[in-house]
């Protein structure tokens, strides 16, 4: 019998550090970021989409996504209304295809991991329950100094982007596991090892 976990954060919180964690000890970890750069790749299901719903501008000219353009449309502070809505309405059934899909070809999986960066807006929509629902907290100062020292991002453009996710609240309200990424990592990851082993021997 497998054990399903909801594995969520604050973008440059820690997270993907955490879901490697478990993906070495031996967890399927199905990572919803990947499954969205996959659909949204050159020759991707959702790109016609997308350039239908926002014009070709969000297309470069050899057809691959125009990330830039798209994202000052949906995370920047000019987006219209309904903007990420249109976005989610266009990608999110595709990535949960896919995840359930990948659930399917890994019968054997006994700890079953999905890292869904924003698994508090879409709780209500997600067709699958989990068993415990983990987040990965840190202040939000911090994440923005990541984001510009590891992403490239400026610090407006890192803070636009936190806050077009769930507030810390919010996430800690979903969950009922709180990994502190502000502690050392091999602390961190002492708390990963220990919920995986009793993941396991659910």
Avoid at 46 to 75: K, M, Q, T
Avoid at 174 to 190: F, H, K, Q
Wanted: glycine fraction near 8%; aromatic fraction near 4%; hydrophobic fraction near 45%.
């Amino acid at each position: 019998m497998s054990i399903r976990i909801g594995l969520t954060g604050g973008i440059a919180a820690g997270k993907s550090t955490v879901a490697a964690r478990m993906r070495e000890l031996g967890a399927l970890v199905i990572d919803y970021d990947g499954l969205a750069h996959e659909i949204v790749a050159p020759g991707g299901v959702a790109l016609p989409r997308i350039a239908a719903v926002f014009g070709p501008d969000a297309l470069l000219a050899d057809g691959s996504l125009n990330r830039a353009w798209l994202a000052e449309r949906v995370f920047g502070r000019d987006a219209a209304p309904g903007a990420r809505e249109r976005l989610d309405d266009i990608e999110h059934p595709l990535i949960y295809a896919e995840a359930a899909r990948m659930e399917r070809r890994n019968p054997g999986a006994k700890v079953i991991v999905h890292d869904v960066p924003l698994l508090t807006e879409v709780i209500r929509s997600i067709p699958f329950q989990f068993d415990h629902i983990v987040t990965v907290e840190a202040p939000e100062q911090m994440r923005i100094r990541r984001m510009v020292a590891t992403r490239g991002m400026t610090e407006r453009q890192a803070a636009d982007r936190i806050r077009s996710q769930s507030s810390t609240a919010e996430r800690r309200e979903l969950a009922d596991i709180v990994i502190d990424s502000t502690r050392p990592i091999p602390d961190m990851l002492a708390q990963v090892d220990g919920l995986y082993r009793r993941w396991k021997a659910h």
